[in-house]
């Protein structure tokens, strides 16, 4: 990785991905594009490009323009997003993705896109959900998810591209939150925690998915992508999570910093649907065989970094 293209780059996962990749291999080195220009640090701390993943054409010429050897495709709709305009998802989850492949094979460059626990079903065994299982997901989310890590292995197979991924589970942090997902309830609840002491969850009690602190995310992405390439037996979209959890555990784990935190709620039958059609607890070990992959932080040590980081930044935000 020398020089690096991401797209969705103001995203969730890309805010903070693009700065640790300045840090890394230099800012001159790492091009940041997204749909918008606003005025923030990942604009405005090294080359930045305003890119609709769905337009091939200037897709193509700015990764020309910078000769890339690396593309990281991040552009994509969320589960309760892509549920709620299906054609819209297809059109930008699976069009980006052929062209953002499309480009890295032009420039051989090396590639990665994320897939996430989104692309196993109902009927996907739920528990130590194994690496290589049944995946018939029921929501747009997944039919692109599951069609995406088909498509990577694909050009891999195909066109010798050196395509990597992993199965993201829901993705938590106090820098730029996520929009339209369903485990973004995890998120907010850290949000309101600070600001109301209280959080009215749209996910029911006891609806266990797997999560993990955005750091861990990075490092697994920064560190598939340098691994040896002759150790990948599996290359696109490996299981790989931190932790098992559910509402009531966060707010057990909150109350031991806010003593007086309440956990309320006000169950959303569409979002609570697609939770009920994901595993409960994925089985990580390939990750952790084939390049070594470990999360550093639990529930515990997530909840303390997460309230200390929100307090900071309100405090910021009051003086
Ligand atoms: N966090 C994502 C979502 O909820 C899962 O990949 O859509």
């Known amino acids: 990785m020398n020089k690096i293209l991401v797209t969705g780059a103001l995203g969730q996962i890309g805010s903070e991905l693009v700065m640790k990749l ?39 010429k700015i990764a020309k323009k910078y000769t890339v050897d690396t593309v990281m495709h991040l552009a994509s709709l969320l589960s309760a997003n892509a549920e709620n305009n299906p054609l819209l998802a297809w059109n930008i989850n699976m069009g980006g993705l052929i062209n953002a492949l499309e480009v890295a094979r032009e420039l051989d460059a090396q590639f990665f896109t994320p897939s996430s626990i989104g692309a196993f079903g109902p009927n996907t065994p739920k528990d130590f959900t194994p690496q290589d299982t049944l995946q018939r997901p029921t929501t747009m989310y997944g039919v692109n998810k599951v069609s995406g890590e088909l498509l990577c292995d694909y050009y891999y197979k195909k066109f ?21 997902g369903t485990t973004d309830y995890a998120v907010e609840v850290y949000y309101e925690a600070i600001k109301k002491q209280a959080y009215t969850s749209y996910i029911k009690k006891g609806t266990y998915m797997d999560m993990m602190y955005m750091p861990d995310a990075i490092n697994a992405i920064i560190q598939l992508m340098e691994a040896d390439a002759s150790k990948l037996v599996h290359r ?14 966060i707010a057990q784990e909150i109350k031991k910093h806010i003593p007086n935190f ?19 607890a994925i089985d990580a070990s390939a990750a952790q065989q084939e390049w070594g992959f470990k999360a550093k932080y639990d529930l515990a040590s997530m909840t303390k970094d997460m309230l200390e980081k929100l307090s900071k930044n309100q405090v910021h935000k009051v003086s």
């Open 160 to 180: 010798g591209l050196d395509t990597r991924g992993v199965r993201f589970p829901g993705l938590i942090s106090y820098v730029t939150p996520p929009g339209g």
């Open 22 to 60: 300045r840090e890394l291999y230099g800012s001159d080195n790492v091009v940041a594009t997204d749909i918008r220009k606003p005025d923030c640090k990942v604009v405005n701390s090294g080359p930045f490009e305003l890119l609709d993943v769905t337009d091939m054409k200037t897709f193509s």
């Open 236 to 249: 696109n979209a490996f299981n790989i999570t931190a932790m098992s959890i559910e509402p009531e555990q």
């Open 262 to 280: 309440k956990l309320n709620y006000k169950v959303d039958p569409d979002r609570q649907s697609i939770a009920d059609s994901w595993p409960n």
